[in-house]
């Protein structure tokens, strides 16, 4: 209708009203580019809205599997510093209880390669979260080194050589009656205590293998250094994590608890 009139009055000269019609679809143009956009913009932040609250539960999984590892790595401790009193001829650990926590010494966790948020949200799509204190707390946590608590960081020479030396069955024996056991979230938790049965023979036998090696003892206590390391990184993972849920929380209340 406007172009019908517009091109009339072209051809009548009218160049006030040709103007006037002009500036109308100029302006008719501009205000449906902005609705357009404004509703693109509209949709997008509810896309986003909906991925952040997606991430509570997972941010809640993350954090309860991260108290599930600190947990893990205080009954490994308890198991090395026994292993390290047999080593120093300690007469109240006997050889079956020697031999038991220098294999459990070695045991260990970790987490995943990488963030479980990066399959929830592009990292591209972080500049469109309005909030910048959620959007930094978000990027902390994705970019976080996870390889610091990662297995690697936790495959040290003492897990590789005590392993070597034990015999065989011994670490079967072990293995079996108190090896990992995995919650129902498939995270791998630690029996504390571990009152399997071995034979005397072959605990001495055990026993004297390992203080031919008193070596181990050494790369032992690298060991509990660089599971201090893992804690200490998982404590600092912990604290990016209740931060960016407390943002959330504000922003979209508490979510429903799980259980692990």
């Known amino acids: 209708?406007?172009?019908?009139?517009?091109?009339?009055?072209?051809?009548?000269?009218?160049?006030?009203?040709?103007t006037i019609d002009f500036v109308i679809v100029v302006i008719g143009v501009f205000l449906g580019v902005q609705a357009s956009n404004w509703n693109q913009g509209r949709l997008e932040r509810r896309e986003i809205d909906q991925v952040l609250v997606q991430m509570q539960p997972e941010l809640l999984r993350l954090q309860q599997a991260n108290a599930v590892r600190l947990r893990y790595y205080a009954i490994t401790k308890r198991f090395a510093r026994e292993a390290l009193a047999g080593w120093a001829d300690d007469p109240s650990v006997t050889d079956r209880d020697f031999v038991v926590a220098a294999y459990q010494a070695s045991q260990i966790t970790a987490a995943r390669g990488d963030s479980p948020l990066k399959q929830l949200l592009d990292p591209q799509d972080t500049r469109k979260i309005d909030d910048q204190a959620l959007r930094w707390a978000?990027?902390?946590?994705?970019?976080?080194?996870?390889?610091?608590?990662?297995a690697s960081a936790m495959q040290t020479r003492y897990r590789e050589d005590v392993r070597q030396i034990l015999p065989d069955d011994i670490q079967d024996r072990i293995r079996q009656d108190c090896g990992d056991r995995a919650l129902p979230n498939g995270i791998p938790v630690l029996p504390p205590t571990c009152p399997t049965k071995i034979a005397p023979a072959r605990?001495?036998?055990?026993?004297?293998?390992?203080?031919?090696h008193?070596?181990?003892a050494r790369e032992l206590q690298f060991h509990l250094s660089q599971a201090a390391n893992f804690e200490l990184n998982t404590g600092w993972l912990d604290a990016q994590v209740t931060t960016l849920e407390k943002l959330l929380e504000s922003r979209f209340g508490k979510p429903r608890p799980i259980k692990v």
């Open 1 to 18: 209708m406007i172009m019908r009139r517009l091109t009339a009055r072209l051809r009548e000269e009218n160049w006030v009203a040709v």
């Open 138 to 150: 978000l990027l902390r946590v994705v970019n976080f080194n996870y390889d610091a608590v990662s």
């Open 203 to 212: 605990a001495s036998a055990g026993a004297a293998e390992l203080r031919r």
């Open 214 to 216: 008193p070596e181990l």
